[in-house]
């Protein structure tokens, strides 16, 4: 099993990544991305330790494996899957949106499923085995970046003027594929071994040459990562901000000067229906899924025990609007819970023998997602009040030898020191008001898509409206103006007037 050490000295590989108009040489020392790095790499030290339960025998690989990649062909399997990714995600509190496991829960049912890949003339199934058990092999950290850019949101690829903006084939060789363009938002693919890029939207046949799947190290010759403003370097440091220094991923731009695609590195090749079907024919699309709402209902109990504890240290735990407040709260966090250890309740196996979560509860929680999560940053925000606008403005103000007094005397609460209050309030601050928190407000919103597609498409096409409606219709039918049966009258029924 790969540890932390083996991660961090991987990274040194001479990727491209690009960050303030210069190229870092090496993310695992650089302020922007070395803090995640070390994140990243506490994981893998957790899973290399037989005693933390994340190590299973594979069927693929013959050898021990990470779990959290694994395929669950049983219900005690797809809980044990769980169990991995509730240990990573306890690690981080939820706050690594895109961890090893994230995408590596959508390889695992390609590879459970790679007959989908095979078509007529383009048979690559053994290149998403392939892949799949080096991934497990090797425990690759895998992005992906599945999303066009915001060129224009109204029409697809084909219709865009520009030279291949979205990436796409431009060239075919013996070798493989030559591609072009670009492709967003490779979260955490600047400190990842690999990318997964393809594409979630739906294509017509018009955009065939960007209906491609394909994945490839980050260091790949042609390949560079344009990254957003990191938040991490201009922190004041961890005490200030807990989670910016420990968490902030990055989120990059992936672009493709001519990049050649090997032909074992392709796993869909200009064909739009196929590029669908291997998020929602393979099971992908909710297992992957499940992994996010693990990791999400992690991320929201912590965000309560914050709530809870800002409550009981400014003296407010006993009022009445408060408990209703945190109760609210509870009633939130409790609802992903639920739908989460119902999908794995109502979890059903594929042909392939691949337990999927059962996607009526799983979208059921996805398509509140957006609602949800800033109704919970606004009680924590209700419950902090003007305590954390009133902090020093740094820990060097209780430092030092002029504040340190006045710090310690007037930022206090009963029974609480002075350090312990503001050390909770930061912590707040870094949850509902950073830099650090704003991006992860936007990133709750869209995190499995834009909301009219979560709800509109996935939340409702798996509720299960034909069978309630063929209940209601039977229901409908039981009656009528021509056959009143008396017999269903209330009179009738000994009811009393």
């Given at each position: ?7 961090l000295?991987?990274l ?8 303030d108009g210069e190229v870092?040489s090496?993310?695992a020392e650089h302020?922007?991305f070395?803090?995640?790095?070390r ?5 893998y030290?957790t899973s290399?330790?037989?005693?933390r339960?994340m ?8 050898g021990t494996?990470?779990r959290?990649l694994?395929i669950p ?5 797809l809980?044990?899957?769980r ?8 690690q981080t509190?939820?706050w690594?949106g895109?961890?090893?496991d994230?995408?590596g829960s959508?390889l ?8 989908v890949?095979?078509?007529?003339g383009?048979p690559f199934?053994e290149?998403?085995?392939r892949?799949?058990?080096?991934v497990?092999e090797e425990?690759f950290?895998?992005?992906y970046?599945?999303i066009p850019p915001q060129?224009?949101?109204?029409t697809?690829a084909?219709?865009?003027e520009g030279?291949y903006?979205q990436?796409g ?8 594929l030559v591609?072009?363009g670009?492709?967003m938002?490779a979260?955490?693919?600047a400190v ?5 890029v ?6 017509g046949?018009?955009d065939?040459?960007f209906a491609?799947s394909?994945?490839?190290?980050v260091?790949?010759p ?13 922190t ?10 420990r968490?902030?991923e ?8 001519d990049?050649l695609?090997p ?8 064909d ?6 291997q998020?929602?024919?393979?099971g992908a699309?909710?297992?992957g899924?499940?992994?996010a709402?693990t ?10 025990s914050i709530a809870?504890?800002?409550s009981q240290?400014?003296?407010t735990?006993k ?9 609210e709260?509870?009633?939130?966090v409790?609802?992903?819970e639920?739908?989460?250890l119902?999908a794995e309740y109502?979890?059903e196996?594929?042909e392939?023998g691949?337990?999927v979560?059962?996607r009526?509860a799983?979208y059921g929680a996805?398509?509140?997602q957006?609602?949800?999560y800033?109704r919970?940053?606004q009680?924590?925000r ?6 954390v606008?009133?902090?020093p403005?740094?820990?060097q103000?209780?430092l030092?030898?002029t504040?340190r ?5 007037y930022?206090t609460?009963?029974d609480?020191s002075?350090e312990e209050?503001i050390?909770?309030f930061r912590?707040a601050?870094?949850?509902?008001g950073s830099e ?5 407000q936007?990133?709750?919103?869209f995190?499995?898509g834009?909301p009219?597609?979560v ?5 409702y096409q798996?509720f299960?409206?034909?069978?309630l409606l063929?209940?209601?219709?039977s229901?409908?039918?039981?009656y ?8 269903l009258r209330?009179?009738?029924?000994g009811?009393?007037t």
């Amino acid at each position: 099993m790969r540890t932390g050490t083996d991660y961090l000295a991987s990274l040194d590989d001479g990727r491209t990544i690009h960050l303030d108009g210069e190229v870092v040489s090496n993310v695992a020392e650089h302020p922007a991305f070395a803090p995640v790095a070390r994140t990243m790499a506490s994981l893998y030290d957790t899973s290399a330790d037989p005693a933390r339960g994340m190590q299973y025998e594979s069927p693929e690989t013959g050898g021990t494996a990470n779990r959290a990649l694994g395929i669950p062909r049983s219900r005690e399997e797809l809980a044990a899957r769980r169990q991995a990714t509730t240990t990573w995600a306890r690690q981080t509190h939820g706050w690594v949106g895109r961890s090893p496991d994230h995408v590596g829960s959508f390889l695992a049912a390609f590879a459970a499923n790679s007959h989908v890949f095979d078509v007529e003339g383009r048979p690559f199934a053994e290149n998403v085995r392939r892949y799949y058990r080096r991934v497990l092999e090797e425990d690759f950290f895998v992005s992906y970046a599945i999303i066009p850019p915001q060129h224009s949101r109204a029409t697809t690829a084909s219709g865009w003027e520009g030279d291949y903006i979205q990436v796409g084939v431009v060239d075919e060789t013996e070798e493989g594929l030559v591609v072009r363009g670009s492709q967003m938002l490779a979260t955490g693919a600047a400190v990842a071994d690999e990318i997964l890029v393809t594409c979630i939207k739906p294509l017509g046949p018009d955009d065939s040459d960007f209906a491609v799947s394909f994945a490839l190290p980050v260091n790949a010759p042609g390949l560079k990562l344009i990254n957003r403003r990191p938040y991490a370097p201009s922190t004041t440091g961890a005490f200030d901000y807990p989670l910016t220094t420990r968490f902030d991923e990055p989120d990059s731009l992936v672009v493709f000067d001519d990049v050649l695609v090997p032909w074992d590195r392709v796993f869909v090749d200009r064909d739009p229906a196929i590029l669908r079907a291997q998020f929602f024919a393979t099971g992908a699309h909710a297992l992957g899924n499940w992994q996010a709402q693990t990791r999400f209902a992690e991320k929201l109990k912590f965000i309560a025990s914050i709530a809870r504890k800002v409550s009981q240290v400014n003296g407010t735990d006993k009022i009445p609007g408060v408990q209703e407040k945190l109760g609210e709260l509870a009633a939130l966090v409790t609802s992903v819970e639920s739908s989460l250890l119902a999908a794995e309740y109502t979890a059903e196996p594929d042909e392939s023998g691949m337990m999927v979560p059962g996607r009526r509860a799983l979208y059921g929680a996805m398509g509140l997602q957006a609602e949800l999560y800033p109704r919970v940053i606004q009680i924590l925000r209700d419950l902090v009040g003007g305590g954390v606008l009133q902090m020093p403005a740094s820990h060097q103000d209780m430092l030092s030898e002029t504040t340190r007094g006045d710090v310690e005397r007037y930022i206090t609460s009963p029974d609480v020191s002075s350090e312990e209050r503001i050390k909770l309030f930061r912590l707040a601050w870094d949850v509902i008001g950073s830099e650090f928190a704003g991006r992860h407000q936007q990133y709750e919103l869209f995190y499995a898509g834009a909301p009219f597609v979560v709800k509109g498409v996935y939340t409702y096409q798996n509720f299960g409206y034909p069978e309630l409606l063929e209940d209601l219709d039977s229901f409908l039918g039981s009656y009528s103006l021509e056959h009143d049966d008396a017999d269903l009258r209330p009179a009738a029924l000994g009811a009393t007037t």
